[in-house]
């Protein structure tokens, strides 16, 4: 059994986290809203805890006001006082002055869940989305739940079926949002039986590395790493060293076949280095180590 980190050491390594810049936090959904809550406590403290800003954006949602004011509270529960929900119904809402101005004040931003179709129809493309990518590049925190995690690849999977026979038609894909170039996010990962949809995503798209994410359950993202934090687990797909997928111009309907995959399966103080594609199996110890050495 993997070894349970205590909330005191996730509080430590999540602030030094927070002494770099341009921080994600990309999560699987259903994180832990009224328990111990280390997920989105973790997003709290890498947005600057109580000093925060933290902006929450829930147009993925049917109901943003709902979701949306739900996840300002539990954010000043969790100690920042300044949590804002971004009210954003048509495009003409993105440019506005206003919301580009929020945003120029924001330490953190927020993506709940939903579906992410609607964050990269109404914001892809405008002042908007330029803007985050601006401020994130500056330092400003980025994280997202469900929907809000599945925008920040660039690569986006939009829809599509987990289980049965593994086929091109097992994932439907789109544009993400681009703070994660390199990767196709995948959540609600076990929960929802989404590994031949990511396979599926990874054969079309074999030099992107496919990240499948638990429920409650997220990584964070900072200086071409990624640390495990929450209950579950994190799946990582490497296509690099694919031998054989089947014809491209075979039938979508077709069964692939794919060989020369590498899979790994993450837990929490694990982690993963994005340039060298290489799993990190002690968080902590690696960690320390690169302190050391600076």
Avoid at 17 to 26: D, Y
Avoid at 55 to 61: G, H, Q, R, Y
Avoid at 148 to 172: H, K, P, Q, T, W
Wanted: hydrophobic share 40%.
């Amino acid at each position: 059994m993997p070894k349970r980190v205590s909330k005191r050491s996730v509080s430590r390594l999540v602030r030094q986290l927070a002494k770099a810049r341009g921080s994600l936090m990309i999560i699987g959904g259903a994180e832990d809203r009224s328990g111990e809550r280390r997920v989105l406590r973790a997003f709290v403290e890498l947005a600057g805890g109580r000093d925060a800003r933290i902006v929450i954006i829930a147009v993925a949602s049917a109901t943003p006001t709902v979701v949306g004011s739900t996840y300002v509270q539990i954010i000043k529960e969790l100690g920042t006082k300044q949590a804002t929900l971004l009210d954003l119904a048509t495009r003409e809402d993105v440019v506005a002055p206003r919301a580009l101005e929020t945003i120029h004040k924001a330490t953190g931003v927020f993506f709940t869940g939903g579906d992410q179709v609607r964050i990269s129809q109404l914001i892809g493309g405008t002042a908007l989305d330029r803007l985050l990518i601006t401020r994130h590049r500056e330092g400003l925190v980025v994280g997202g739940t469900s929907a809000g995690a599945a925008i920040m690849s660039s690569i986006m999977i939009v829809g599509g079926l987990g289980y049965g026979s593994l086929r091109m038609d097992n994932v439907e894909l789109g544009s993400g949002m681009e703070f994660l170039p390199g990767a196709i996010i995948d959540q609600h990962f076990q929960q929802r039986w989404r590994f031949r949809r990511l396979l599926a995503a990874v054969a079309q798209y074999p030099f992107e590395l496919g990240i499948g994410i638990d429920e409650d359950t997220a990584i964070i993202v900072q200086n071409g790493m990624f640390q495990v934090i929450g209950s579950g687990g994190v799946t990582v797909i490497d296509g690099k060293r694919i031998t054989h997928v089947s014809r491209p111009e075979a039938s979508d309907d077709g069964i692939l076949a794919l060989c020369g995959l590498t899979v790994h399966v993450l837990t929490e103080n694990m982690g993963y280095d994005l340039k060298s594609r290489k799993p990190i199996v002690d968080w902590r110890q690696s960690n320390e180590t690169r302190s050391s050495a600076r």
